[in-house]
């Protein structure tokens, strides 16, 4: 175990200072001090090997997604990224593997302004646990149940592209074309923190999609008591070269990109908020009174797609 | 994945409830609203299988467990318990399995006053990570680097103790003698959190004992820049059986007692605050203004536990 505590001198000294971090890696715990005018936001996400990531995987990659699949989290909610703790469990201490995780974590921790204070480090099959905290003003996180009648549905990006990304990594092996837009965007998923910090006062709910498009619109509008009429043929899609990027779109998974409701009378302040993002924004759905979500393609219910639904939900 | 998700509802609506938590389990994160009077203290550990605990740990002692090693932590810095998240990976999912783990997850939060707001729950290799959360008042965190020069050294409880059980377990099957009262230290660590709040004020450095007493002494005065002279004679031995009982005091680790230095102008405001307590404190040593740590038996210096302890620094 002393090589395992020795590694974490990797992560000692590195990152971003904030004044809110008043004790951080060392002791027994680190100390933190909210602001009071925050409520405090705490999300936590475990990556696994084999299930949420491929044997081989490129620890930059690696130290990139423990983070960003947690600040997506934190996004999801129209939080401001402040602190987090990683749990790494290692199966043996290879200093230059360490490096290069620690150098992924703190590129996206430091672009994100979110100061590392503690965690721990075991020997143990490769996963990492990654908890973090963020900060909204009061009453103005963005949860999954606020959906109203008559919202629009909005996703950002391009839903399907990361699953892409993986079917060209499983085919051509892990290290293979990381030039690749879909497998840029696989390894290396970008969380929409400021979009959905951009969010706040605007979209009545939210959620981060992360396990396929239908699954995480279901999840938010099932929490809000509520269905939608959604529109596939608004729907960016992944140019993958197959004819199953709808597939992809919709089942995907790993996106991490946001999904939000915003009633018709904020359309506009939208439209100007959306204007210095670097992804694209689409309407996809409507929010209906009742609770079926019906799928369309060129104005017909698609059963296909009506069917996978009911399995989600 | 989605038996996994609902392997979440064993979790969900359990435990106490507390006014600070605004959203708990259920969305993309939780919410909490942090007291303004206090300092956030903030700690994680991991436990796996093979490193941490025996494989057909019963699920009870495992949910125990991950929770009393992250509370020792709190406990140690003098910290009251409020929120915690957990993620857990689980090679498959099994509701009977997770029920029992849920239990003795929720028996020592709901002891402690602890809400469970959030986690995450995957498949992979059997491993636990929590995160908890605490609070103390502002400037009265007790931290390993406050010892002074002329402090006495404390331990509470019966350090190797824990160690002891693991060699019972390990030698007769993990389902054996749970009655044993070594091994029930071992399965079900008490972390001494009433006893780290109440050392607020009085104790000037302190450390939870996790990895045996020569190590975690080392750490403590190792951040303080001091060293200490230690009577071995004093320690509390555990009865077991065999003549090595202060090699398991001394290095036995999974302990999770205290180790607290204390000046002594306070000694007689301590022996005062530990009349309540469940666990024996005993002085084990004193601060010196060297930074070496000479342990004493009978008044001889122990050189074999002095090599010990260059090992270790």
Known sequence: MDEFALIEQFFTGRGVCRDDVLLGIGDDAAITCPDNNFELVIATDTICE???FLPGTPPQALGHRCLAVNLSDLAAMGAEPLWCALALSLPKAEPDWVRQFADGFFAIADRFGMALIGGDTVC??????????????????????????????????????????LRVLTASGVTAKAGVPSVQRFLYPEPRVLEGRALSGLATAMIDVSDGLIADVSRLLEASGLGAEMDLASLPLAAVGTDDALELALNGGDDYELCFCVPPGNAAELKLRITDWSCPVTQIGTVQPSDDIVWFIDGQPCNTVASQFKHFS
Chains 1, 2 share one sequence.
């Open 124 to 165: 143990g099959p490769l996963a990492v646990t990654v908890t973090v905290h963020g900060r909204v003003k009061p009453g103005q996180s963005i949860r999954r149940n606020g959906a109203q009648e008559g919202d629009s549905i909005y996703v950002t990006g391009v839903p399907g592209l990361a699953a892409a990304g």
């Open 50 to 52: 084999g299930t949420h």
